[in-house]
């Protein structure tokens, strides 16, 4: 079997095949005897019935077959001769038979980037300290307190900041009401009854709240607010919408005392030390992974910026329609209409192609750095990984290694894992420059 193979640009190699008459004829051969030991043809006894006769039968199974064959043997062979990293090795293309017996063909093979790896050890990354300060608990404390809170009803005087409305209200834009402008997806805004309001900048809707206070039980008001640019849903934006305000009701909160008392009612049988000691803890898991997430994003970032180098348009392609998928989706969740995804299809197709390329670029990156630091997922940490599944799941998990099989999800749930481990392994690498949050937030960006 002879193969050239001749790269071209954008991770593109075109895979030529001549396969040698004799050859042909001995895999043509083998593949008919099989068929030949197999077949029941009536006249003839298992493995009896003449060459003729079984490639009358089967000619068009046998040539399938024997096409697979070749292609599967000459992909091998590929590998094997050039040191390709393959990611697709297409079909045949432009398959011809020669008079002498000889078979040639063609296909494109779509190969991963070639990439010169930078520095990735000892990547500087800044980050505030992970400690919970006492600022920080006190503010949970206080959130916890607001949760708890009893509520007094308010007769003597008109409502102020810091009080809860009990409003009722109806919407309208340009004089319509809100669902014959955008739609049963804006329900939510177009009427309300008995809404509590806290009377805080920015609550509910930017300038609603602030324009209540003053106002006595019973009070009727017609609101008006501005949208700005940045508001939910993109036919609103810079319009004026009017709230016809009925005020029902004014309370005013009581806070619980910062006491044992308090503790109880969080956690029974525990104390209020104890209780800040758990919401420290808790509050610290949880900064350490934020935090954790934001120095992953700074060593993605220095390496996307250390290197450059082209990625397979085909595989681009995917990448992006998934991203288009996924970004669609969630604007249906939020309620946005097939319409109103048609419209922002262009910004939709923006957005889903950078979102490609920076996730192509990152995971053959890490996937470069795992060769060569010879970091691998064994057969017993998938296996793990998959229990853990089905333990979530609820399923046996011979079950759902059959889905995943069956989805041809394995390799991919291996591939995920391998990026995991690489990127825990650039994190114990890393140099982290310990900064406060103020510092961090004003530097600025690369």
Not at 306 to 312: C, I, K, Q, S, W
């Amino acid at each position: 079997m002879n193969i050239v193979v001749e790269k071209q640009p954008k991770c593109i190699a075109i895979l030529n095949v001549e396969v040698p008459s004799a050859d042909v004829a001995a895999k043509r051969a083998n593949i008919s005897s099989t068929y030949a030991s197999q077949a029941k043809i009536a006249g003839f006894r298992p493995g009896k019935a003449p060459k003729s006769v079984i490639q009358k039968r089967f000619g068009k199974q046998i040539s399938e077959e024997l096409t697979e064959a070749l292609f599967g043997e000459a992909c091998d062979q590929a590998l094997d001769k050039e040191d390709l990293k393959v990611l697709d090795f297409g079909s045949p293309e432009n398959l011809n038979e020669r008079p002498d017996g000889s078979i040639v063909f063609e296909t494109k093979l779509i190969l991963a980037p070639e990439i010169t790896l930078p520095e990735y050890k000892g990547i500087e990354v800044k980050a505030p300290p992970t400690d919970i300060t006492d600022e920080e608990l006190s503010t949970q404390l206080e959130s916890l307190r607001e949760r708890l809170a009893e509520f007094d009803d308010i007769s003597d005087r008109p409502l102020q900041d810091d009080d809860i409305a009990v409003v009722d209200f109806t919407t309208t834009v340009d004089g319509k009401p809100l669902i014959e402008v955008i739609g049963e997806k804006g329900q939510y805004l177009a009427k309300r009854e008995n809404h509590w309001l806290p009377i805080k900048e920015g609550s509910f809707l930017p300038g609603y709240a602030e324009q209540l206070v003053g106002m006595n039980e019973g009070d009727k008001k017609d609101v008006t607010i501005t949208l700005d640019d940045e508001f939910p849903f993109e036919e609103l934006r810079g319009k004026e919408m009017t709230l016809h305000t009925s005020l029902e009701g004014l309370k005013a909160a009581k806070l619980p005392e910062l006491d044992d008392a308090f503790a109880e009612k969080l956690a029974p049988g525990k104390t209020l030390d104890e209780i800040k000691d758990m919401i420290r803890e808790n509050m610290g898991s949880e900064k350490a992974k934020q935090i954790n997430e934001f120095k992953v994003n700074q060593i993605v970032e220095h390496l996307n910026k250390a290197v450059n180098f082209e990625l397979p348009d085909e595989i681009v392609q995917r990448e992006t329609q998934n991203q288009a998928n996924q970004l669609v989706e969630e604007g249906t969740k939020k309620g946005a209409s097939d319409a109103d995804m048609l419209k922002q299809q262009e910004e939709i197709f923006t957005v889903a192609t950078q979102r490609a390329v920076t996730n192509l670029r990152t995971n053959f990156l890490l996937q470069e750095i795992a060769t060569a630091e010879k970091i691998t997922v064994s057969d017993n940490d998938l296996l793990s990984h998959v229990a853990k599944m089905a333990e979530e799941r609820k399923q046996p998990i011979k079950k759902v290694i059959k889905d995943l099989q069956k989805k041809r999800q394995i390799q991919s749930i291996r591939n995920s894992m391998l990026i995991g481990q690489t990127i825990d392994f650039l994190l114990e690498q890393a140099k982290v420059v310990e900064v406060s949050e103020e510092e961090l937030q004003a530097t600025p960006a690369e």
